[in-house]
């Protein structure tokens, strides 16, 4: 077998190719740059004011919370991604199962 959360393949070279066509990986940099794009849209366009008054409000019903909530999951998810994928890259450098199995806890409870 592949050992514990594959702790047999530990220690092997890295190879760019073949991690970057991992479903997973694939999946963390989309997932990524979508939380950079619900960030930035919430940043740039999320906020109005009207010509009376110079004052800035929330699109979303001028509710600040709702603005304020996007933005923290965008930023959540943004560093989420990024963490993970370094994660990614260096999961097969880990050779202790116990360090693997709660990696994989982490990303399966955050990911929940």
Not at 37 to 60: K, T
Request: proline share 4%.
């Amino acid at each position: 077998g592949g050992g514990a959360y594959g702790a047999a393949k530990a220690g092997g070279a890295f190879d760019l190719v073949r991690f970057v066509q991992q479903p997973q990986v694939l999946a963390r940099i989309v997932s990524a740059l979508f939380a950079l794009i619900v960030f930035a849209c919430l940043v740039g366009d999320g906020y109005m004011s009207r010509p009376e008054d110079p004052q800035l409000f929330c699109i979303f019903n001028h509710n600040e919370d709702a603005c304020r909530y996007g933005i923290g999951i965008g930023i959540l998810a943004f560093l989420a991604c990024i963490f993970f994928f370094m994660v990614d890259v260096y999961f097969p450098q880990i050779s202790n199962t116990t360090d693997r199995k709660y990696l994989v806890l982490a990303d399966l409870g955050f990911s929940g």
